[in-house]
T-cell receptor
Framework: DQQVKQNSPSLSVQEGRISILNCDYT??????FLWYKKYPAEGPTFLIS?????DKNEDGRFTVFLNKSAKHLSLHIVPSQPGDSAVYFC?????????FGKGTRLHILP | NAGVTQTPKFRVLKTGQSMTLLCAQD?????MYWYRQDPGMGLRLIHY???????AKGEVPDGYNVSRLKKQNFLLGLESAAPSQTSVYFC??????????????FGPGTRLTVL
């Protein structure tokens, strides 16, 4: 049973527009939610996180929104750039363990 | 500052062979992790360590063993490799949980094929 779900395997967005990646979770006990970005043949790199007690966190072009009642979070990238083309993993953590979603492949179109 | 490094980068094994994957970090992190990533899947936690001399099972520990004899190193062993263990293996490290969102720093991965 997947505790962290990314229902869109891929997403294409025009350069300069907003990219919105979505994630749902089932366990209300998670402490933090994180987004990681992964390029081919590289390890994932941390992008942004949000505590379960907050509903928004912003870092430059990246904003994460958390809706606890819906058990849903989203990552907004504005404006989208070619270098944003990658696989994005949503993750949720409680203490040591992190549960990852299956990822969404983002294509930024010129 | 190399961050997290993994050796080897690639390896091909025959069924039944054994091998050890080495992970090293130079960030003085307490916590270290081994994940596997399969096509169409997210990363799944194999084993983790909360400090030197400690290890614990993750989500998919069967067929693997680990050791953390030194704080900077975390070894993943396959005693008798099986084709189902063909995967990309990632090591990661982090500060203690609860600080800044549990950010983990990942190595570049080891691509393992078991024939």
């Amino acid at each position: 049973d997947q505790q962290v779900k990314q229902n869109s395997p891929s997403l294409s967005v025009q350069e300069g527009r907003i990219s919105i990646l979505n994630c749902d979770y089932t366990n209300s006990m998670f402490d933090y939610f994180l987004w990681y970005k992964k390029y081919p043949a590289e390890g994932p790199t941390f992008l942004i996180s949000i505590s379960s007690i907050k509903d928004k966190n912003e870092d430059g072009r990246f904003t994460v929104f958390l809706n606890k009642s819906a058990k849903h979070l989203s990552l907004h990238i504005v404006p989208s750039q070619p270098g944003d083309s990658a696989v994005y993993f949503c993750a949720a953590s409680r203490y040591v363990k992190i549960i990852f979603g299956k990822g969404t492949r983002l294509h930024i179109l010129p | 500052n190399a961050g997290v490094t993994q050796t080897p980068k690639f390896r091909v094994l025959k069924t039944g062979q054994s091998m050890t994957l080495l992970c090293a970090q130079d960030m003085n992190h307490e916590y270290m992790y081994w994940y596997r990533q399969d096509p169409g899947m997210g990363l799944r936690l194999i084993h983790y360590s909360v400090g030197e001399g400690t290890t614990a099972k993750g989500e998919v520990p069967d067929g693997y063993n680990v050791s953390r004899l030194k704080k900077q190193n975390f070894l993943l062993g396959l005693e008798s490799a099986a084709p189902s263990q063909t995967s990309v293996y990632f090591c990661a490290s982090s500060l203690s949980p609860g600080q800044g969102g549990d950010e983990q720093f990942f190595g570049p991965g080891t691509r393992l094929t078991v024939l």
